[in-house]
């Protein structure tokens, strides 16, 4: 899943892998692709249904560090930085989804570089972009 606001520049980023997955991955039946955008919580019906064994979150996550640093960010740190713009905080979410699944929940963080109010993805953003959609359409040829 995807998670991002599209007006706020580099915030735009998960929704954009979403998207680039979705039109790579469409053919396998075991993956679903969610564009969350700014209110993921609205997905908790369909994740619950499907009944996944990994949820992979992806976001735009203020860790400090250049932009277009990628992590996996453990729940433990979630408290600790400044995630994108939701509705729901995105430690709420993961709890949800945790409680309510037996899902592995798994949150790619990517630092952003601008989050003001644009359209516009900086370069360092772009390639990370890039460099996620590859590994996670990788990983799904030798899983699926």
Not at 26 to 46: A, Q, R, S
Not at 50 to 73: C, F, N, Q, S, W
Not at 106 to 133: A, F, W
């Amino acid at each position: 899943m995807g998670i991002g606001n599209e007006l706020r520049g580099d915030d735009a980023l998960g929704s954009i892998i979403a998207r680039n997955l979705s039109e790579l991955l469409n053919l396998h039946e075991n993956i679903i692709v969610i564009d969350g955008g700014m209110v993921p919580e609205n997905f908790t019906g369909l994740i619950r249904r499907e009944d996944p064994t990994h949820v992979i979150l992806i976001d735009a996550v203020d860790m400090k560090k250049k932009p277009g640093y990628i992590r996996i960010v453990e729940k433990s740190e979630i408290a600790e930085y400044n995630l994108s713009t939701h509705a729901m905080p995105l430690s709420f979410f993961i709890t949800y989804l945790e409680s309510s699944t037996d899902a592995e929940i798994v949150l790619i963080g990517i630092q952003p570089k601008n989050m003001d109010i644009s359209q516009y993805l900086s370069k360092e953003v772009k390639k990370s972009i890039e460099t996620v959609v590859d590994i996670l359409q990788s990983v799904s040829k030798i899983y699926y």
